[in-house]
């Protein structure tokens, strides 16, 4: 089971469309980790559109489900998200 599951993961990978997930989840932890005043500002949008409005998640590329977690985080925060890069 295991073997099957390394080799899925490794197919998968290879496909250009997890590489730009992967990209955008990179870009939006930067964009917000560098800076105390993004992440206010993108707070008070989750206030707005009623999101909690939490951080966003760091993907750590060595472990090979480690995109779950900041992609659920990334879609929770949609709403407030378009609203802050708009």
């Not at 490794?10 to 989840?25: C, H, P, R, W």
């Not at 206010?40 to 009623?50: H, R, S």
């Not at 480690?66 to 985080?73: D, I, N, Q």
């Amino acid at each position: 089971m295991n073997q099957q599951t390394i080799l899925v993961v490794q197919t998968l990978s290879k496909l250009a469309i997890i590489g730009k997930i992967e990209d955008v989840l990179q870009s939006l932890y930067a964009y917000f980790s560098h800076s105390l005043k993004r992440t206010q500002k993108f707070v008070e949008m989750a206030d707005i559109v009623e999101t909690r409005g939490q951080c966003i998640l760091k993907n750590i590329k060595t472990r090979w489900n480690s995109m779950l977690l900041p992609t659920k985080r990334v879609l929770s925060e949609y709403k407030a998200l378009i609203l802050k890069m708009h």
